[in-house]
Protein backbone atom coordinates (compact mmCIF):
# COMPACT_ATOMS: atom_id res chain seq x y z
CA UNK A 1 0.00 0.00 0.00
CA UNK A 2 2.63 2.12 1.13
CA UNK A 3 4.36 2.00 -2.52
CA UNK A 4 1.66 3.12 -4.38
CA UNK A 5 1.62 6.90 -2.36
CA UNK A 6 4.06 9.46 -4.03
CA UNK A 7 7.25 9.87 -3.26
CA UNK A 8 6.26 13.12 -1.18
CA UNK A 9 3.52 12.12 0.36
CA UNK A 10 6.15 8.78 1.81
CA UNK A 11 8.43 11.02 2.64
CA UNK A 12 6.26 13.27 4.97
CA UNK A 13 4.65 9.93 6.39
CA UNK A 14 8.24 8.99 8.00
CA UNK A 15 8.77 12.79 8.49
CA UNK A 16 5.36 12.50 10.74
CA UNK A 17 6.64 9.63 12.32
CA UNK A 18 9.79 10.39 13.73
CA UNK A 19 8.05 13.58 14.69
CA UNK A 20 5.51 11.60 16.81
CA UNK A 21 7.89 9.13 18.10
CA UNK A 22 10.06 11.72 19.27
CA UNK A 23 7.25 13.62 20.84
CA UNK A 24 5.91 10.75 22.58
CA UNK A 25 9.24 9.91 24.56
CA UNK A 26 9.52 14.02 25.10
CA UNK A 27 6.64 14.06 26.90
CA UNK A 28 7.29 11.46 28.73
CA UNK A 29 10.34 12.12 29.79
CA UNK A 30 9.27 15.44 31.00
CA UNK A 31 6.78 13.49 33.07
CA UNK A 32 9.64 11.45 34.66
CA UNK A 33 11.45 13.94 35.74
CA UNK A 34 8.70 15.69 37.40
CA UNK A 35 7.47 12.69 39.20
CA UNK A 36 11.17 11.70 40.04
CA UNK A 37 12.34 15.26 41.99
CA UNK A 38 8.11 15.99 42.84
CA UNK A 39 8.89 12.44 44.87
CA UNK A 40 11.98 14.02 46.23
CA UNK A 41 10.28 16.48 48.13
CA UNK A 42 11.27 19.64 45.26
CA UNK A 43 8.74 22.40 45.07
CA UNK A 44 6.93 23.00 41.93
CA UNK A 45 9.10 26.33 41.45
CA UNK A 46 12.62 24.06 41.64
CA UNK A 47 11.12 21.20 39.52
CA UNK A 48 10.24 23.98 37.03
CA UNK A 49 14.03 25.48 37.28
CA UNK A 50 15.26 21.88 36.05
CA UNK A 51 13.72 22.33 32.75
CA UNK A 52 15.33 26.10 32.27
CA UNK A 53 18.67 24.80 30.29
CA UNK A 54 15.74 23.03 28.04
CA UNK A 55 14.30 26.23 26.90
CA UNK A 56 17.92 28.00 26.89
CA UNK A 57 19.03 25.85 24.40
CA UNK A 58 15.71 25.89 22.48
CA UNK A 59 16.57 29.51 21.47
CA UNK A 60 20.25 28.18 20.65
CA UNK A 61 19.21 25.90 18.56
CA UNK A 62 16.65 27.54 16.50
CA UNK A 63 19.00 30.12 15.67
CA UNK A 64 22.07 27.59 15.09
CA UNK A 65 20.01 24.53 13.73
CA UNK A 66 18.30 26.34 10.88
CA UNK A 67 21.37 27.40 9.40
CA UNK A 68 22.90 24.05 10.00
CA UNK A 69 20.02 21.85 8.08
CA UNK A 70 20.56 24.59 5.10
CA UNK A 71 24.05 23.20 5.24
CA UNK A 72 23.56 19.63 5.67
CA UNK A 73 20.46 18.82 4.63
CA UNK A 74 16.83 18.81 6.63
CA UNK A 75 17.29 14.68 6.89
CA UNK A 76 20.72 14.79 8.72
CA UNK A 77 19.52 17.22 11.68
CA UNK A 78 16.58 15.48 12.26
CA UNK A 79 18.38 12.19 12.44
CA UNK A 80 21.24 14.05 14.61
CA UNK A 81 17.54 15.10 16.91
CA UNK A 82 16.67 11.65 17.43
CA UNK A 83 20.38 10.82 18.04
CA UNK A 84 20.87 13.15 20.85
CA UNK A 85 17.41 12.27 22.23
CA UNK A 86 18.68 9.00 23.33
CA UNK A 87 21.71 10.10 24.09
CA UNK A 88 19.88 12.41 26.87
CA UNK A 89 17.80 9.22 27.70
CA UNK A 90 20.78 7.01 28.15
CA UNK A 91 22.21 9.83 30.51
CA UNK A 92 19.87 9.24 33.08
CA UNK A 93 20.31 5.74 33.40
CA UNK A 94 23.31 6.20 35.81
CA UNK A 95 22.97 4.80 39.39
CA UNK A 96 21.03 7.00 41.84
CA UNK A 97 23.59 8.55 43.42
CA UNK A 98 24.70 10.39 40.62
CA UNK A 99 21.17 11.33 39.55
CA UNK A 100 21.84 14.78 40.33
CA UNK A 101 20.41 18.36 39.59
CA UNK A 102 22.97 19.40 37.50
CA UNK A 103 23.21 16.14 35.59
CA UNK A 104 19.77 15.94 35.17
CA UNK A 105 19.95 19.79 33.90
CA UNK A 106 22.44 19.05 31.87
CA UNK A 107 20.46 15.96 29.94
CA UNK A 108 17.64 18.21 29.73
CA UNK A 109 19.75 21.03 27.92
CA UNK A 110 20.59 18.01 25.54
CA UNK A 111 17.05 16.84 25.52
CA UNK A 112 15.99 20.71 24.35
CA UNK A 113 18.73 20.83 21.29
CA UNK A 114 17.33 17.51 20.24
CA UNK A 115 13.75 18.50 20.38
CA UNK A 116 14.46 21.78 18.20
CA UNK A 117 16.13 20.37 15.37
CA UNK A 118 13.38 17.05 15.22
CA UNK A 119 11.11 19.86 15.12
CA UNK A 120 12.66 22.48 12.97
CA UNK A 121 13.01 19.75 10.52
CA UNK A 122 10.09 18.25 10.77
CA UNK A 123 8.49 21.86 9.69
CA UNK A 124 10.81 22.86 7.51
CA UNK A 125 10.70 19.49 5.29
CA UNK A 126 6.85 19.93 5.00
CA UNK A 127 7.31 23.20 2.75
CA UNK A 128 9.45 20.99 0.76
CA UNK A 129 7.17 18.03 -0.08
CA UNK A 130 3.92 20.26 -0.93
CA UNK A 131 3.73 22.24 -4.42
CA UNK A 132 3.73 26.17 -3.86
CA UNK A 133 0.50 27.11 -5.19
CA UNK A 134 -1.08 23.95 -3.29
CA UNK A 135 -1.31 26.63 0.06
CA UNK A 136 -4.58 24.75 1.15
CA UNK A 137 -3.22 21.62 1.56
CA UNK A 138 0.36 22.99 2.80
CA UNK A 139 -1.72 24.42 5.76
CA UNK A 140 -3.86 21.32 6.27
CA UNK A 141 -0.77 19.28 6.34
CA UNK A 142 1.21 22.09 8.93
CA UNK A 143 -1.98 21.85 11.04
CA UNK A 144 -2.11 17.95 11.22
CA UNK A 145 1.60 17.45 11.88
CA UNK A 146 1.38 20.38 14.76
CA UNK A 147 -1.86 19.50 15.79
CA UNK A 148 -0.75 15.56 16.43
CA UNK A 149 2.38 16.16 17.87
CA UNK A 150 1.01 18.65 21.16
CA UNK A 151 -2.35 15.55 21.02
CA UNK A 152 1.24 13.04 21.60
CA UNK A 153 3.12 15.24 24.15
CA UNK A 154 -0.06 14.84 26.06
CA UNK A 155 -0.48 11.14 25.57
CA UNK A 156 3.37 11.05 26.72
CA UNK A 157 2.21 12.69 29.87
CA UNK A 158 0.47 9.73 30.10
CA UNK A 159 2.75 7.18 28.92
CA UNK A 160 5.67 8.54 31.35
CA UNK A 161 3.64 8.08 34.57
CA UNK A 162 2.24 4.71 33.30
CA UNK A 163 5.78 3.36 32.49
CA UNK A 164 7.11 4.73 35.69
CA UNK A 165 4.05 2.90 37.45
CA UNK A 166 4.88 -0.36 35.82
CA UNK A 167 8.65 -0.41 35.19
CA UNK A 168 10.08 2.12 37.53
CA UNK A 169 11.74 4.62 36.36
CA UNK A 170 15.06 2.91 34.85
CA UNK A 171 13.01 0.45 33.09
CA UNK A 172 10.88 3.15 31.61
CA UNK A 173 13.82 5.16 30.40
CA UNK A 174 15.65 2.34 28.82
CA UNK A 175 12.26 0.90 27.09
CA UNK A 176 12.22 4.68 25.69
CA UNK A 177 15.85 4.89 24.73
CA UNK A 178 15.34 1.21 22.83
CA UNK A 179 12.71 2.61 21.12
CA UNK A 180 13.73 6.00 19.84
CA UNK A 181 16.91 4.24 18.69
CA UNK A 182 15.23 1.98 16.48
CA UNK A 183 12.81 4.50 15.04
CA UNK A 184 16.73 6.10 14.17
CA UNK A 185 17.91 3.43 12.54
CA UNK A 186 14.77 3.04 10.38
CA UNK A 187 15.15 6.64 9.71
CA UNK A 188 18.88 6.59 8.60
CA UNK A 189 17.63 4.22 5.61
CA UNK A 190 14.73 5.71 4.61
CA UNK A 191 14.85 9.55 4.74
CA UNK A 192 15.39 11.60 1.68
CA UNK A 193 19.13 12.48 1.96
CA UNK A 194 19.12 15.70 -0.32
CA UNK A 195 16.08 17.01 1.28
CA UNK A 196 15.83 20.70 2.64
CA UNK A 197 19.87 21.54 1.79
CA UNK A 198 20.36 24.71 0.13
CA UNK A 199 21.51 24.90 -3.40
CA UNK A 200 23.41 28.25 -2.38
CA UNK A 201 25.22 27.39 1.18
CA UNK A 202 24.43 30.15 3.54
CA UNK A 203 26.92 31.93 5.75
CA UNK A 204 26.68 32.07 9.20
CA UNK A 205 25.27 36.12 9.71
CA UNK A 206 22.31 34.52 7.44
CA UNK A 207 20.76 32.89 10.42
CA UNK A 208 19.12 36.39 11.19
CA UNK A 209 16.07 36.39 8.69
CA UNK A 210 15.82 39.20 6.47
CA UNK A 211 12.06 38.89 6.01
CA UNK A 212 10.06 41.73 7.42
CA UNK A 213 6.86 39.42 7.06
CA UNK A 214 9.15 36.33 8.95
CA UNK A 215 10.66 39.26 11.29
CA UNK A 216 7.13 40.36 12.94
CA UNK A 217 5.63 37.28 12.62
CA UNK A 218 8.78 36.08 14.77
CA UNK A 219 7.89 38.77 17.44
CA UNK A 220 4.09 38.18 17.34
CA UNK A 221 5.18 34.43 18.66
CA UNK A 222 7.47 34.96 20.70
CA UNK A 223 4.72 36.79 22.62
CA UNK A 224 2.14 34.71 21.72
CA UNK A 225 3.58 31.81 24.09
CA UNK A 226 5.07 33.79 26.24
CA UNK A 227 1.22 34.93 27.17
CA UNK A 228 0.64 30.91 27.48
CA UNK A 229 3.13 30.06 29.69
CA UNK A 230 3.72 32.90 32.01
CA UNK A 231 0.57 31.27 33.73
CA UNK A 232 0.67 27.81 32.55
CA UNK A 233 4.24 26.60 33.25
CA UNK A 234 4.49 27.47 37.41
CA UNK A 235 1.82 29.22 38.17
CA UNK A 236 -1.10 26.85 37.24
CA UNK A 237 -0.05 23.61 38.50
CA UNK A 238 1.03 24.81 41.66
CA UNK A 239 -2.87 26.98 42.07
CA UNK A 240 -4.42 23.57 41.13
CA UNK A 241 -2.65 21.67 43.99
CA UNK A 242 -1.46 24.11 46.61
CA UNK A 243 -4.65 26.78 46.62
CA UNK A 244 -7.99 24.41 45.17
CA UNK A 245 -6.14 20.97 46.98
CA UNK A 246 -6.58 18.84 43.76
CA UNK A 247 -3.48 15.73 44.20
CA UNK A 248 -0.93 15.32 41.82
CA UNK A 249 -2.36 12.80 39.77
CA UNK A 250 -5.80 15.32 39.62
CA UNK A 251 -3.28 17.73 38.44
CA UNK A 252 -1.08 16.36 35.77
CA UNK A 253 -3.96 13.84 34.84
CA UNK A 254 -5.91 17.45 33.69
CA UNK A 255 -3.34 19.04 32.21
CA UNK A 256 -2.26 16.14 29.86
CA UNK A 257 -5.80 16.33 28.84
CA UNK A 258 -5.84 19.63 28.19
CA UNK A 259 -2.60 19.59 25.68
CA UNK A 260 -4.45 16.28 24.22
CA UNK A 261 -7.27 18.44 23.62
CA UNK A 262 -5.81 21.38 22.66
CA UNK A 263 -3.61 19.67 20.24
CA UNK A 264 -6.95 17.62 18.10
CA UNK A 265 -7.91 21.65 18.03
CA UNK A 266 -4.82 22.39 16.14
CA UNK A 267 -5.24 19.84 13.76
CA UNK A 268 -8.71 20.90 13.10
CA UNK A 269 -7.70 24.40 13.16
CA UNK A 270 -7.68 24.71 8.88
CA UNK A 271 -11.80 24.13 9.04
CA UNK A 272 -12.09 26.52 11.68
CA UNK A 273 -10.63 28.93 9.94
CA UNK A 274 -12.49 28.71 6.32
CA UNK A 275 -10.06 26.32 4.31
CA UNK A 276 -13.23 24.39 3.40
CA UNK A 277 -14.78 27.38 1.68
CA UNK A 278 -11.43 27.63 -0.22
CA UNK A 279 -9.73 30.42 1.93
CA UNK A 280 -6.03 30.37 3.91
CA UNK A 281 -5.37 32.29 6.66
CA UNK A 282 -3.32 35.22 6.26
CA UNK A 283 -2.44 38.66 8.41
CA UNK A 284 -5.82 39.50 8.99
CA UNK A 285 -6.84 36.11 10.35
CA UNK A 286 -3.70 36.58 12.82
CA UNK A 287 -5.46 39.74 14.13
CA UNK A 288 -8.61 38.86 14.41
CA UNK A 289 -7.51 35.52 16.73
CA UNK A 290 -5.29 36.94 18.38
CA UNK A 291 -7.70 39.28 19.74
CA UNK A 292 -10.18 37.13 20.60
CA UNK A 293 -7.46 35.40 22.80
CA UNK A 294 -6.31 38.76 24.23
CA UNK A 295 -10.02 38.50 26.13
CA UNK A 296 -9.93 34.86 27.36
CA UNK A 297 -7.27 35.67 30.48
CA UNK A 298 -8.41 39.27 31.40
CA UNK A 299 -11.56 37.44 31.79
CA UNK A 300 -10.24 34.48 33.95
CA UNK A 301 -8.67 37.58 35.60
CA UNK A 302 -11.71 38.77 36.57
CA UNK A 303 -13.58 35.91 36.96
CA UNK A 304 -11.10 34.85 40.07
CA UNK A 305 -11.48 37.93 42.08
CA UNK A 306 -15.45 37.45 41.93
CA UNK A 307 -17.52 35.64 43.97
CA UNK A 308 -17.93 32.75 41.15
CA UNK A 309 -16.32 29.07 42.26
CA UNK A 310 -12.83 29.74 40.92
CA UNK A 311 -12.49 26.03 40.27
CA UNK A 312 -15.39 26.70 37.49
CA UNK A 313 -13.82 30.06 36.29
CA UNK A 314 -10.45 28.21 35.87
CA UNK A 315 -11.60 25.02 34.10
CA UNK A 316 -14.05 26.79 31.65
CA UNK A 317 -11.53 29.38 30.89
CA UNK A 318 -8.79 26.69 30.54
CA UNK A 319 -10.59 25.23 27.99
CA UNK A 320 -11.67 28.20 25.51
CA UNK A 321 -8.06 29.85 25.86
CA UNK A 322 -6.76 26.09 25.01
CA UNK A 323 -8.97 26.33 22.01
CA UNK A 324 -8.21 29.82 20.62
CA UNK A 325 -4.41 29.35 21.44
CA UNK A 326 -4.57 26.14 19.47
CA UNK A 327 -5.96 27.97 16.15
CA UNK A 328 -3.41 30.79 16.65
CA UNK A 329 -0.44 28.53 16.97
CA UNK A 330 -1.94 26.49 14.36
CA UNK A 331 -2.46 29.60 11.99
CA UNK A 332 1.09 30.84 12.97
CA UNK A 333 2.53 27.64 11.74
CA UNK A 334 1.52 27.92 8.22
CA UNK A 335 1.82 31.04 8.34
CA UNK A 336 5.93 30.81 9.00
CA UNK A 337 6.23 27.65 6.47
CA UNK A 338 4.21 29.72 3.43
CA UNK A 339 6.78 32.69 3.87
CA UNK A 340 9.58 30.54 4.04
CA UNK A 341 11.85 30.97 1.10
CA UNK A 342 11.92 27.44 -0.11
CA UNK A 343 15.43 27.36 -0.94
CA UNK A 344 17.18 27.29 2.76
CA UNK A 345 13.23 27.13 4.11
CA UNK A 346 15.27 25.81 7.54
CA UNK A 347 16.60 29.28 7.81
CA UNK A 348 13.50 31.10 8.34
CA UNK A 349 11.78 28.54 9.82
CA UNK A 350 14.91 28.18 12.57
CA UNK A 351 14.84 31.47 13.18
CA UNK A 352 10.97 32.04 13.99
CA UNK A 353 11.06 28.64 16.14
CA UNK A 354 13.74 30.75 18.04
CA UNK A 355 11.33 33.18 18.65
CA UNK A 356 8.73 30.52 19.45
CA UNK A 357 11.65 29.26 22.39
CA UNK A 358 12.22 32.62 23.49
CA UNK A 359 8.68 33.03 24.41
CA UNK A 360 8.38 29.87 25.92
CA UNK A 361 11.94 31.20 28.36
CA UNK A 362 10.76 34.22 28.93
CA UNK A 363 7.04 33.05 29.78
CA UNK A 364 8.41 29.99 32.03
CA UNK A 365 10.43 32.72 34.24
CA UNK A 366 7.94 35.26 34.84
CA UNK A 367 5.41 32.46 35.61
CA UNK A 368 7.72 31.49 38.96
CA UNK A 369 8.85 34.77 39.58
CA UNK A 370 5.38 36.82 38.92
CA UNK A 371 3.32 34.01 40.92
CA UNK A 372 5.61 34.13 44.18
CA UNK A 373 6.16 37.85 44.20
CA UNK A 374 2.37 38.61 43.93
CA UNK A 375 1.35 36.42 47.03
CA UNK A 376 0.97 32.67 45.07
CA UNK A 377 -2.78 32.04 45.26
CA UNK A 378 -5.26 33.75 43.60
CA UNK A 379 -3.44 37.03 43.63
CA UNK A 380 -0.73 35.35 42.24
CA UNK A 381 -2.28 33.82 39.26
CA UNK A 382 -3.94 37.02 38.26
CA UNK A 383 -1.02 38.49 38.46
CA UNK A 384 0.31 35.97 35.76
CA UNK A 385 -2.84 36.21 33.78
CA UNK A 386 -3.15 40.06 33.61
CA UNK A 387 0.62 39.82 31.98
CA UNK A 388 -0.87 37.12 29.56
CA UNK A 389 -3.06 39.60 28.69
CA UNK A 390 -0.26 42.44 27.86
CA UNK A 391 1.39 40.23 26.20
CA UNK A 392 -1.15 38.94 23.79
CA UNK A 393 -2.35 42.40 23.34
CA UNK A 394 1.63 43.32 21.70
CA UNK A 395 0.52 40.20 19.55
CA UNK A 396 -2.28 41.95 18.20
CA UNK A 397 -0.17 45.49 17.45
CA UNK A 398 2.45 43.09 15.94
CA UNK A 399 0.18 41.66 13.56
CA UNK A 400 -1.25 44.49 12.23
CA UNK A 401 2.02 44.58 9.81
CA UNK A 402 1.80 41.24 8.73
CA UNK A 403 0.93 40.50 5.06
CA UNK A 404 -2.74 40.38 3.95
CA UNK A 405 -3.78 38.43 1.13
CA UNK A 406 -6.27 35.92 -0.15
CA UNK A 407 -4.76 32.37 -1.82
CA UNK A 408 -7.46 30.99 -3.51
CA UNK A 409 -6.15 28.45 -5.80
CA UNK A 410 -7.08 24.82 -4.55
CA UNK A 411 -9.05 23.74 -1.92
CA UNK A 412 -7.92 20.43 -1.00
Given at each position: ??????P?????????????????????????????????????????????????????T????????????????????????????S?????????????????????????D??????????????????????????A?????????K?????????????????????????????V????????????????????F??????????N????????L???????????????L??????????????L???????????????R?????????????????????????????????????D??T????????????????S?L?????????????????V??????????????T??????F???????????????????M?????????????????????
Amino acid sequence: MLKQLSPAVRQYLLVTGNYWAFTLTDGALRMLVVLHFHGLGYTPLEIALLFLFYEIFGVITNLVGGWLGAHLGLNRTMNIGLFLQVVALSMLLVPATLLTVPWVMAAQALSGIAKDLNKMSAKSAIKLLVPGDAQGTLYKWVAILTGSKNALKGAGFFMGGGLLMWIGFRGAVVAMAVMLTLVWLLSLVLLKKSLGKATTKPRFRDILSKSRAINLLSAARMFLFGSRDVWFVVALPVFLSGTLGWDYWQTGGFLALWVIGYGLVQAFAPRITGKAAGRVPDGRAAIIWAALLTLLPVLIAVGLSTELDRATVLIAGLLLFGAVFAVNSSLHSYLIVSYASSDGVSLDVGFYYMANAMGRLIGTLLSGWVFQMAGQGSAGLAACLWISGAMLALTVLISFGLPRFRVEKETA
